[in-house]
């Protein structure tokens, strides 16, 4: 780990007037990735900005019937908050999927959003990465690659975003809301992580001086008919291998409106509403879960090592929507 200065942020502008003046700088809360990054020597910032005596602690009602889950409320307290579990269930389901009971205590939600993708070659600093060292080339591509993406790949990285919260944030429309020198923006939860281009150290469309102050879901909430699926390899603490968040609203046996989003595949949490759309109005069955799949992972490619993912997310999304319409049938 290189020397570093430390920055107590004591208010937003504070924190995002730090990050504009020094480029080298990393905003910090929980820290629970950042800094095994920095004893992997894979991020090396000459400042940390500690942003978690700011005031984004809190989850509030929000006027349009939604909920704000601010940036650094632990991951387990918004798991377990009375509204989250009550309202939003689908989003307490996918954060305790994830990661450890002593992580999730430390973890908070704005970082959840920024952590990076667990590759082993981008933590392996004797191997090329691009999104480690821009240019240097992608080892996963020919080398071992098992749990690498199959959809939104690009010659330069074919790594996966790690997150389960993402996942079902994704399919329940969320929008994050950030503050930075140049004041706040709304941006759509389909619209923050990018897919890797030739540009694959670009994780999100995040400015560097921004911070994330909250997580706002919509008044839209699926709490009857939701399901998230996680196949992993070991039974806790372990990613995704796939997974599938599924929110579904029927009438009658129609279906009135659905979301699907997909973890352990691409670079971002995967989501195609255009896709969505075409099983409005469609009776609810196996069938047109199977439809919606093949349609979802359209142009899937697997690697070597791989190319099992595209039955097995086929199977688990079909397994996640029956699920998400037996509950509460």
Not at 41 to 55: F, G, S, V, Y
Not at 186 to 197: A, D, K, T, V, Y
Not at 205 to 230: C, G, M, W
Request: glycine letters at 6%.
């Amino acid at each position: 780990m290189n020397n570093f200065t430390y920055h107590q942020a004591k208010n937003i502008s504070d924190a995002t007037s730090a990050a504009a003046q020094n480029k080298e700088a990393k905003f910090i809360a929980g820290g629970t990735n950042l800094i095994d990054l920095m004893k992997y020597r894979i991020e090396n910032p000459d400042q940390l900005i500690d942003l978690t005596k700011l005031a984004f602690d809190k989850i509030e009602n929000t006027k349009n019937g939604g909920l704000r889950l601010g940036a650094l409320v632990t991951n387990a307290d918004t798991a377990y908050h009375p509204e989250v579990e009550k309202r939003y269930p689908l989003v307490a389901k996918a954060i305790l999927s994830g990661a450890s009971a002593q992580l999730r205590n430390a973890a908070t939600n704005g970082g959840n959003l920024l952590q990076r993708t667990r590759c082993y070659y981008f933590y392996d600093t004797a191997t090329p990465c691009n999104k480690r060292e821009p240019g240097s080339g992608c080892s996963a591509i020919k080398g071992f690659n098992r749990i690498h993406a199959i959809l939104g790949t690009s010659e330069a990285c074919i790594a996966t975003h790690p997150s389960d919260l993402c996942v079902a944030l994704a399919a329940l429309d969320a929008t994050v809301q950030v503050t930075g020198a140049d004041g706040d923006r709304s941006i759509p939860f389909l619209e923050f992580h990018r897919l890797p281009g030739d540009t694959p150290a670009v994780d999100t469309n995040l400015r560097p001086d921004e911070v994330i102050t909250a997580i706002d879901l919509p008044a839209q909430n699926f709490s009857k008919h939701f399901a998230y699926v996680k196949v992993r390899d070991r039974p806790s603490y372990a990613f995704a291998v796939v997974s599938a968040a599924a929110a579904i609203e029927l009438e009658g046996d129609k279906i009135k409106d659905i979301r699907v989003a997909l973890g352990g595949v691409a670079h971002k949490p995967w989501r195609k509403p255009e896709v969505e759309k075409k099983v409005i109005g469609k009776t609810a069955n196996e069938a047109t879960y199977k439809k919606l799949a093949e349609e979802l992972i359209a142009g899937a490619e697997g690697f070597s090592h791989n190319a099992f993912k595209i039955p097995l997310v086929k199977k688990t999304i079909v397994r996640a929507l029956t699920e998400a319409v037996a509950k509460n049938s």
